[in-house]
C-alpha cells in the first residue's frame, strides 16, 4: 500500500503520537466518572501522552460551554481526540445505513479541525466470524458495502476510517475488508489477536501494511488442555510483561505501516493480579520508553 499522510486538519505536527484509551481507573487518575472526559484528558497531560478517544455523538451531545472547555484544552495542551464513529453495519436498513453515515459525516467535519485527530476508530458491530447466520465471505461484502460511503466521506473529510479487530474477526478478515474498501484502514489491537487464536506475529506482519493507529495491549495467556470444556484463557498484563510480542509489533509496524511517522498508539492496560494500577501504568509507560524511536 502506498504511503499515507495523516496529518490532521488542525496542523498537528508529525510524529507518533502515543495516547491512552483504557483502562480508567476513576478514584487512581483523577475522575469523576466513565464520561470525565476533561478529568481524561487531564491525566493525558500528567503522563505526557497525547490522545484518546470519545464518540463524536458524544461530543455533540456535550453542552457549548463544555466543548469549547474541551477544545481549549486540547489546543493548549498539544492534546487530541479521536472521535468513534460507525453503526450496526449488517443490522441497519439501507435507508438507516445512509442515514447514520449522512448523520456522523456532518458531525465529523464540524468538530475535527478541534479535535485535532489524524484518524476516526470504528468497531464493526457485526458478531463475530463464526457466526451462523451467512457464510463469512458474505459478511465481509456486506460489511465492505456498508462501511464504504462512510470511509469514503472520511477520507474527505482528512482523517481515515479504521477498524479495529475486537476479538471477532480475524485481522486477515479485515484486511480483506480494507483490500476492497478505498480508504479503509485497520486499527490493530495487539492483545486481541490471542483472543481468537491468532498467531500474533504473523497477524502483526499481515496487518502493518494497511495499519495507522493500535490499542497497544499485553495479555498474560496459557492454554488449558485439561480443562472441560477445552480452553484458552488470557489474562490482564502490564505492557512487556506478558506474551504478545510488542516490541516486534513496534518494529514491523514502523517499518510497513502505510504512515509510520504518524501511527496513533493508544495504550489498553489492565493490571494483573497483585500489580497496583500505578505500578502497572509505570512499568507500562518504561518498557515501551525503551523501543528505539520512542518519543513517549
Known amino acids: 500500500m502506498a504511503a499515507l499522510n495523516l496529518k490532521s486538519r488542525a496542523g498537528v505536527a508529525d510524529g507518533v503520537r502515543w495516547g491512552y484509551a483504557l483502562g480508567w481507573y476513576g478514584e487512581i487518575y483523577g475522575l469523576k466518572g466513565e464520561s470525565d472526559l476533561m478529568g481524561k484528558l487531564k491525566f493525558l497531560k500528567k503522563y505526557n501522552f497525547k490522545s484518546t478517544h470519545a464518540s463524536v455523538k458524544m461530543i455533540d451531545g456535550m453542552s457549548d460551554a463544555d466543548r469549547e472547555?474541551?477544545?481549549?484544552?486540547?489546543?493548549?495542551?498539544?492534546?487530541?481526540?479521536?472521535?468513534?464513529?460507525?453503526?450496526?453495519?449488517?443490522?441497519a436498513s439501507d435507508d438507516e445505513a445512509k442515514s447514520e453515515t449522512d448523520m456522523q459525516l456532518k458531525l465529523l467535519d464540524k468538530y475535527v479541525p478541534l479535535l485535532r485527530n489524524r484518524i476516526v476508530h470504528s468497531g464493526l458491530a457485526a458478531g463475530h466470524r463464526f457466526d451462523r447466520e451467512r457464510p463469512l465471505d458474505e459478511?465481509?461484502?456486506?460489511?465492505?458495502?456498508?462501511?464504504?460511503?462512510?470511509?469514503?466521506?472520511?477520507?474527505?473529510?482528512?482523517?481515515?476510517?479504521?477498524?479495529?479487530?475486537?476479538?471477532?474477526?480475524?485481522?486477515?478478515?479485515?484486511?480483506?475488508?480494507?483490500?476492497?474498501?478505498?480508504?479503509?484502514?485497520?486499527?490493530?489491537?495487539?492483545?486481541?489477536?490471542?483472543l481468537l487464536g491468532e498467531k500474533p506475529l504473523s497477524a502483526f506482519y499481515e496487518a502493518a501494511p494497511f495499519t495507522v493507529g493500535t490499542h497497544f495491549k499485553d495479555q498474560r495467556v496459557r492454554p488449558m488442555p485439561r480443562a472441560n470444556p477445552l480452553h484458552f484463557e488470557v489474562g490482564n498484563s502490564d505492557l512487556g510483561g506478558g506474551d504478545v510480542p510488542l516490541r516486534e509489533c513496534w518494529e514491523i509496524l514502523r517499518k510497513y505501516s502505510p504512515a509510520p511517522n504518524q501511527l496513533c498508539m493508544l495504550f489498553e492496560m489492565f493490571p494483573p493480579p497483585g500489580m497496583e494500577v500505578t505500578e502497572c501504568l509505570e512499568k507500562s509507560i518504561a518498557f515501551v520508553r525503551t523501543f528505539e524511536g520512542c518519543n513517549l
Open 69 to 91: 472547555e474541551i477544545f481549549s484544552f486540547l489546543a493548549e495542551n498539544d492534546l487530541d481526540l479521536m472521535p468513534s464513529a460507525g453503526f450496526n453495519y449488517l443490522a
Open 139 to 194: 459478511t465481509l461484502g456486506k460489511l465492505s458495502e456498508r462501511i464504504g460511503p462512510l470511509a469514503e466521506g472520511c477520507a474527505q473529510i482528512g482523517t481515515p476510517l479504521c477498524a479495529e479487530n475486537h476479538g471477532d474477526y480475524y485481522v486477515s478478515d479485515i484486511v480483506k475488508i480494507c483490500q476492497t474498501t478505498p480508504h479503509f484502514y485497520l486499527f490493530l489491537d495487539t492483545g486481541n489477536t490471542y
